[in-house]
T-cell receptor, first 111, second 115 residues
Framework: KQEVTQIPAALSVPEGENLVLNCSFT??????LQWFRQDPGKGLTSLLL?????REQTSGRLNASLDKSSGRSTLYIAASQPGDSATYLC??????????FGKGTKLSVKP | NAGVTQTPKFQVLKTGQSMTLQCAQD?????MYWYRQDPGMGLRLIYY???????DKGEVPNGYNVSRLNKREFSLRLESAAPSQTSVYFC??????????????FGPGTRLTVL
């Protein structure tokens, strides 16, 4: 059974820092990996999608990498801002297109 | 382009009452999903529909039923609500390619409380 783990569960950094969020999965047979952002009381906003054949994707200050063989992905956020404060969720796509989620990393960026 | 829409946004039920959560997507996606999100448990799959006319159980299907009314709509029904079903419910849809899945899109969620 596929399991997704995110470390750390919570992270607090000062504004301007570069930071890395980690995601690991137990079964390397994935279709793709998706990173989401969730603000308190809100829905999920898709940030980046990495297909299984790709190694990384970039969008603005965000860069996500994927290493299928080791079962790992990282989300790199450059020059963090208070507006980046949210919970970040990692999910891998299962055989029926369903997503298997980690429990998230709650990020707080202090001004 | 509305994407994935869900109704209602909030609902309070008494134990034993029934209700249907509605979901619709306008992206012509084949596959649709219902998840629930609970503190400390993350998001878990309840039911999914790989295509119009088909539905299958996910990780936590007990106490729920679903209907894929047409390609656009996928509803989730609680026949006899229980306090354990207090949760936030998300509907999602995805387009499929040849031997691959693309980006999954989520609705805004329904916050359900069962007293």
């Amino acid at each position: 059974k596929q399991e997704v783990t995110q470390i750390p569960a919570a992270l607090s950094v000062p504004e301007g820092e570069n930071l890395v969020l980690n995601c690991s999965f137990t079964d390397s047979a994935i279709y793709n990996l998706q990173w989401f952002r969730q603000d308190p009381g809100k829905g999920l906003t898709s940030l980046l999608l990495i297909q299984s054949s790709q190694r990384e994707q970039t969008s603005g200050r965000l860069n996500a990498s994927l290493d299928k063989s080791s079962g790992r992905s990282t989300l790199y956020i450059a020059a963090s801002q208070p507006g980046d404060s949210a919970t970040y969720l990692c999910a891998v796509t299962g055989s029926q297109g369903n997503l298997i989620f980690g429990k998230g990393t709650k990020l707080s960026v202090k001004p | 382009n509305a994407g994935v829409t869900q109704t209602p946004k909030f609902q309070v039920l008494k134990t034993g009452q029934s209700m249907t959560l509605q979901c619709a997507q306008d992206m012509n996606h084949n596959s649709m999903y219902w998840y629930r999100q609970d503190p400390g448990m993350g998001l878990r799959l309840i039911y999914y529909s790989a295509s119009e006319g088909t539905t299958d159980k996910g990780e936590v299907p007990n106490g729920y039923n679903v209907s894929r009314l047409n390609k656009r709509e996928f509803s989730l029904r609680l026949e006899s609500a229980a306090p354990s079903q207090t949760s936030v419910y998300f509907c999602a849809s995805i387009s499929t390619g040849t031997l691959t899945y693309n980006e999954q899109f989520f609705g805004p969620g329904t916050r359900l409380t069962v007293l």
